[in-house]
């Protein structure tokens, strides 16, 4: 006979609120074993600070009470917990890429090291990386660029809060297409910048539609901005040519600025990537974000860059200056190694993410109750699951929890709720391709047994309500 509790505390963020509602979770533990089975106990209470406990606690500002985390990165420590813990976990969480960092880079890093280049850098990046990745955007994607449009930064996240700073005024007004990338909204937030949604939809296999920006235009009192995202995350959406050239046909000529966030360029599984920046005029428009994170499998080296008008360029530099000072350059060295020789490791990758992009999308669509648009573009798929939200009385971020925490004892699959990509994404999971071949083909096993465990997902939902459906979703 054993006994005990483990208490841990950690801060999580309930996606089907508002990010005001960001609340402290006490997430305790109480898990025995008598005789031979074990039996897990854990409850989730959501807990507002008393009056007694905020007076022991620094004020933060709004902006840093509020502000909303990426989902992504809270059910990743809670998957390597568990794992942690003994429990086998497929982790299609994260969009993170199995693969090794392409070698090329890897050998131009540790050399650059070696060398000592771990000094400063200039803030606009190094000249030869500023030269490379402008070469690469005018011979791959067609763009009208030259390394004076080029910035470099660390990845293609901290953009988003450079567009806004460079950009934006407290108050404007800025489109995004949802289900979309979490961190947009925080880099908004942080400008008093006010977020306007519109939906994109399944039946439009969820490309963004230049309607919705016309609309925009008109109806919001202090129009100033949209943020493109294709490739898409999280649905695979791919927006087309046309639909580029339609979207820049409104833009052009307003005081529009576009934040074109095109991480996923390599990842296109049919026809061929396409900016916005490609069409006419749209210099003065458009800032396009990239990263080395996934086409060359180097995320955790923190790396990327932007094309713009020379004057954003400037001013992203100031940006750059008065924040992180550089990239580090010793990472721009490996990262302009892998712009100019690691071309065919990343094409094998992005082949072998397309096959696992296959395994994945129609192993889901094989699935009773799941309904799967094939993803044009991206290592994700991002199936409607409304029809088993329903009939097991869980919201997706519930049923993407059951799945990992609870339908198995010793085995489970991580992933998301749509809602960890705003409300346009509730009804729908989203899963990465970021483990081997055969773990995918495990999860795919395992999904339809989890999907079948009515009264388990019963008792799920009793221990934790705010995972429980108030209503069904609307089919
Ligand atoms: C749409 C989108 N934008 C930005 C990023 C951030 O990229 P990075 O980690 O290279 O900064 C990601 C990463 O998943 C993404 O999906």
């Known amino acids: 006979m054993y006994g005990g509790w483990r208490v841990a505390m950690r801060r999580l963020t309930h996606p089907t609120k508002d990010a005001a509602l960001t609340c402290v979770a006490i997430l305790s533990a109480r898990r025995w074993i008598a005789g031979p089975s074990r039996r897990y106990d854990r409850r989730i209470v959501f807990h507002r600070p008393t009056a007694c406990e905020s007076r022991s606690m620094p004020r933060l500002s709004a902006l840093a009470r509020d502000l909303k985390p990426e989902g992504a990165f809270t059910v990743l420590a809670r998957a390597r917990a568990l794992k942690a813990e ?7 969480e994260i969009g993170d890429s199995p693969f090794p960092s392409t070698p090329h880079a890897k050998a131009a890093g540790i050399r650059a090291i070696e060398e000592n280049r771990t000094g400063y850098g200039p803030s606009l990046g190094l000249p030869e990386l500023r030269a490379a990745a402008a070469r690469q955007l005018r011979e791959e994607f067609g763009l009208p660029v030259s390394a004076e449009n080029l910035v470099v930064g660390s990845g293609a996240k901290p953009f988003e809060q450079y567009f806004a700073e460079a950009l934006l005024e407290p108050g404007d007004g800025v489109l995004l297409f949802g289900p979309q990338f979490p961190t947009y909204i925080p880099n908004l937030q942080r400008r008093g910048a006010r977020a306007v949604i519109a939906p994109l939809r399944a039946e439009n296999q969820f490309r963004p539609r230049a309607e919705d920006v016309r609309r925009f235009l008109v109806n919001d009192p202090r129009p100033r901005a949209i943020f493109l995202n294709s490739p898409h995350n999280p649905t695979g959406g791919v927006a087309t040519d046309e639909d580029l050239a339609e979207i820049a046909d409104v833009v052009r000529g307003t005081d529009l600025m576009v934040f074109s966030d095109e991480p996923y360029c390599h990842m296109i599984w049919q ?4 900016s916005i920046l490609a069409q006419p005029g749209m210099m003065d428009h458009v800032v396009a974000a990239y990263t080395f994170s996934k086409s060359y499998s180097m995320s955790g080296w923190r790396i990327g860059f932007a094309a713009a008008h020379p004057d954003i360029v400037a001013a992203m530099g100031k940006l750059i200056n008065t924040t992180a000072s550089c990239a580090p350059p010793f990472v721009q060295v490996a990262a302009t190694a892998a712009l100019e020789r690691d071309a065919t490791t990343r094409d094998d990758y992005m082949t072998r993410f397309r096959i696992k992009v296959e395994l994945l999308a129609d192993g889901l669509a094989g699935i009773e109750g799941l309904s799967v648009v094939k993803p044009v573009g991206t290592f994700y798929v991002f199936p409607d699951a409304r029809a088993i939200c329903n009939r097991l009385g869980l919201t997706s971020h519930g049923l993407a929890l059951f799945l990992m925490e609870a339908a198995d004892e010793r085995f489970g699959v991580a992933c998301l709720g749509g809602e960890c990509f705003g409300p346009e994404g509730a009804g729908f999971l989203r899963f990465s391709c970021a483990e081997p071949d055969e773990q995918i083909t495990k999860a795919l ?12 997902a019963g008792a799920f939902g009793k221990a934790y309500p705010e995972l429980a459906q108030k209503a069904p979703y609307d089919l």
């Open 86 to 92: 003994g429990k086998e976990i497929v982790e299609l």
């Open 271 to 274: 026809g061929r990537h396409h």
């Open 445 to 456: 096993a395992f999904l339809p047994r989890a999907f079948s465990r009515v009264d388990a």
